[in-house]
């Protein structure tokens, strides 16, 4: 059974990047059959996918148009897990992240970190 | 952008069934999940590929579609089955529905 624990801290500040990690067990993060999404839910409740990252022949990586210009998600091979970075945060990007597995639908996801940007 | 529309809200009497409909342009051409959400909880996968429902899913949900409308239906609704659902489609991008609350009354 997959499992997916999430860390990383809870307050940034405006302007600051976001950085959250994501290990993997039971699983490998380079297995060529998954995808390693990470989605967040705003306050109101919505969710958005904000983009994954998956190896095939090589590794390969989708974003969200909305994030794209700020988003980063790299894997990690030698710890098994998966990261993102969230440059240049505003108090928009206030949310509950989550990482999750899946190519096109999430059967497994992690256990969620709130993240608040404020100074 | 691409948008999946549900009803904000449904509410249900227990033992009665729950429908939730998710509407989207051309929706009926992609495959349609469905999550569940209780409070301070992660998604759950209630129903994947429009109508199929995974291991350790109750036989109350299921899934159908029609046109560029799928519907998630509770039947014989359970005080436990109170949460918010979610549905989900990918085209290039994932996205999902705007969300409906269900409470059991």
């Known amino acids: 059974q997959v499992q997916l624990q999430q860390s990383g801290p809870g307050l940034v500040k405006p302007s600051q990047t976001l950085s959250l990690t994501c290990v993997i067990s039971g699983d490998s993060v380079s297995s060529t059959s998954a995808a390693w999404n990470w989605i967040r839910q705003s306050p109101s409740g919505g969710l958005e996918w904000l983009g994954r990252t998956y190896y095939r022949t090589k590794w390969n990586s989708d974003y969200a148009v909305s994030v794209r210009s700020r988003i980063t998600i790299d894997p990690d091979t030698s710890k098994n897990q998966v990261s993102l970075q969230l440059k240049s945060v505003t108090p928009e990007d206030t949310a509950v992240y989550f990482c999750?597995?899946?190519?096109?639908?999430?059967?497994?996801w992690g256990q969620g970190s709130p993240v608040t940007v404020s100074s | 952008s691409y948008a999946l529309t549900q009803p904000p809200s449904v509410s249900v009497s227990p033992g009665q069934t729950a429908s939730i409909t998710c509407s989207g342009d051309n929706l009926g051409n992609r495959y349609t999940y469905w999550y569940q959400q209780k409070t301070g909880q992660s998604p759950i996968l209630v129903i994947y590929e429009d109508t199929k429902r995974p291991s350790g899913i109750p036989e109350r949900f299921s899934g159908s579609i029609s046109g560029n409308t799928a519907t998630l239906t509770i039947s014989g609704t359970q005080a436990m089955d109170e949460a918010d659902y979610y549905c989900?489609?990918?085209?290039?991008?994932?996205?999902f529905g705007t969300g409906t609350k269900v409470t059991v009354l």
């Open positions: 989900q489609s990918y085209d290039s991008t994932s996205v």
């Open positions: 999750a597995k899946g190519d096109y639908y999430f059967p497994f």
